[in-house]
């Protein structure tokens, strides 16, 4: 409901499935969403009815058991492993994470009893992978297996992102709980040493794995033309939308890495897709403009090209926005970009910017396009100095200034007259990125 009544964009990839197998929840919703749009003052597409027909749908029959490795998250808490089941099977759309919430007044053999019962429930000959937090949970495999007879694998310090991880991994595959365990486990800490190398050794977020490379199904680029500032935000906003898509790795990069030889070691086909604010040279590999992740169809024609074949590259139609379409998608994405600033403040400072933009920076002709690029670079330098995590003066700072010494000057003083009534000093090393851009 709050996503109607702010008018978000909503996406179902699995809607004309819903509307076989949820006919009647879907008959029902329909004769009520008059009533319900009203109350709402807002619009309800089709497209979040499919998302409550299904919750619907599961609420009214008995859980079935499918041949497949069960999947129990158990923490510490009221509601805790609840909510984190509950977020992963409603991003799948697969009813596949149990949960067992252990209050903290519980003894330990009442919790006990209480894991055992939900395993002879949830499983179905192929074993339980266990996702839990700490103490206890986290260490009692031996003692459930001798309890139950049932196969069982515990992964501890479990989080939102390792519980839909591993529903994604489950319905997608027929292998056994010890091969799921090894690859959920291998894959998600990866992911976290990825990340802890990226903070703590200045690691590019470019780089990933090898391993996850080689097992992915399918990659996407997405590209920043000056840092990795815009690339990962446009990454976390995909990873959102595709979430149900097995072995999709997306790749945040910017135009200084060498984006050649990292494709270049990639199989034949399993690149489908670049995501940036300008084209590169590598054939056969479609490209799109970051505005293609703000609308519904840029959305569709991404699933459309992910599940093409590597000889059919589906046509590409050009989208064009109005001025305003641009700053309401750039609201309701706002939070992706300043997380530490309020929405309004953002883009209030954003639509100053791109209107001085226009008037003294800009080259001619640039398209609406062009500006929602340099927007997001605008938001995402806001959230750095708010955050205080600018980067230094990069070593090719100094020949750009010289080499565009006058737009320098202006860029300086729109900056300085947009930022510092917020209380920013705008660095010399987010001017030396901006000019990259314009």
């Known amino acids: 409901m709050n996503r109607c009544a702010n008018e978000e964009i909503v996406y179902n990839p699995n809607l004309e499935n819903i509307k076989k197998d949820c006919y009647l929840e879907m008959e029902f919703l329909?004769?009520?969403?008059?009533?319900?749009?009203?109350?709402?003052?807002?619009?309800?597409?089709?497209?979040?009815?499919?998302?409550?027909?299904?919750?619907?749908?599961q609420k009214s029959l008995p859980q079935t058991?499918?041949?497949?490795?069960?999947?129990?998250?158990?923490?510490?808490?009221?509601?805790?492993?609840?909510?984190?089941?509950?977020?992963?099977?409603?991003?799948?759309?697969?009813?596949?994470a149990y949960s067992l919430d252990v209050p903290a007044y519980q003894t330990k053999e009442d919790m006990f009893l209480d894991l055992q019962q939900l395993m002879r429930k949830v499983?179905?000959?192929?074993?339980?992978?266990?996702l839990a937090d700490m103490g206890t949970l986290a260490n009692c495999e031996d003692r459930l297996m001798s309890a139950t007879g049932i196969e069982c694998k515990i992964i501890p310090n479990v989080s939102s992102t390792l519980v839909l991880e591993a529903v994604k991994t489950i319905v997608s595959t027929n292998e056994p709980l010890e091969a799921v365990y090894s690859r959920i486990y291998?894959?998600?800490?990866?992911?976290?040493?990825?990340?802890?190398?990226?903070?703590?050794?200045?690691?590019?977020?470019?780089?990933?794995?090898?391993?996850?490379?080689?097992?992915s199904r399918a990659i996407i680029i997405t590209l920043c033309s000056t840092g990795y500032g815009g690339a990962t935000k446009?990454?976390?906003?995909?990873?959102?939308?595709?979430?149900?898509?097995?072995?999709?790795?997306?790749?945040?990069?910017?135009?200084?890495?060498?984006?050649?030889?990292?494709?270049?070691?990639?199989?034949?086909?399993?690149?489908?897709?670049?995501?940036?604010?300008?084209?590169?040279?590598?054939?056969?590999v479609s490209q799109m403009g970051v505005d293609t992740v703000f609308h519904k169809e840029g959305l569709i024609k991404i699933r459309k090209l992910l599940d093409s074949s590597p000889d059919h590259i589906p046509d590409e139609e050009p989208v064009f926005f109005e001025e305003e379409e641009i700053f309401?998608?750039?609201?309701?994405?706002?939070?992706?970009?300043?997380?530490?600033?309020?929405?309004?403040?953002?883009i209030t400072a954003c639509r100053k910017f791109c209107h001085k933009a226009k008037d003294l920076l800009s080259p001619a002709g640039a398209t609406d396009s062009y500006y929602l690029n340099l927007s997001?670079?605008?938001l995402c330098m806001l959230e750095r100095l708010e955050t205080s995590h600018t980067d230094e003066t990069p070593e090719w700072g100094d020949s750009i200034i010289r080499r565009n010494h006058n737009l320098y000057l202006k860029l300086k003083e729109v900056l300085r007259e947009l930022c510092e009534p917020l209380g920013y000093q705008v660095p010399k090393s987010e001017l030396c990125y901006f000019l990259q851009i314009l």
């Open 328 to 346: 309401k998608l750039l609201t309701k994405e706002c939070r992706n970009f300043t997380p530490s600033i309020p929405t309004e403040t953002a």
């Open 234 to 284: 446009i990454k976390e906003i995909l990873e959102q939308a595709f979430a149900d898509y097995p072995g999709l790795q997306i790749v945040a990069m910017s135009v200084r890495d060498d984006i050649n030889s990292f494709v270049q070691h990639l199989a034949k086909g399993k690149l489908k897709l670049i995501i940036g604010s300008f084209s590169l040279d590598i054939p056969g």
């Open 123 to 130: 499983d179905n000959g192929r074993g339980i992978l266990l």
């Open 186 to 215: 291998y894959d998600y800490y990866q992911a976290i040493s990825t990340s802890f190398k990226r903070h703590f050794f200045n690691e590019k977020p470019g780089i990933i794995e090898e391993s996850l490379v080689e097992n």
């Open 65 to 96: 058991k499918t041949a497949r490795v069960g999947l129990i998250v158990a923490t510490h808490g009221t509601n805790t492993a609840s909510s984190m089941a509950t977020l992963a099977n409603e991003l799948i759309h697969e009813y596949c």
């Open 30 to 57: 329909k004769k009520i969403q008059p009533s319900v749009a009203q109350i709402l003052n807002a619009p309800i597409p089709e497209d979040e009815l499919g998302f409550w027909a299904m919750f619907l749908k």
């Open 376 to 378: 997001i670079h605008f």
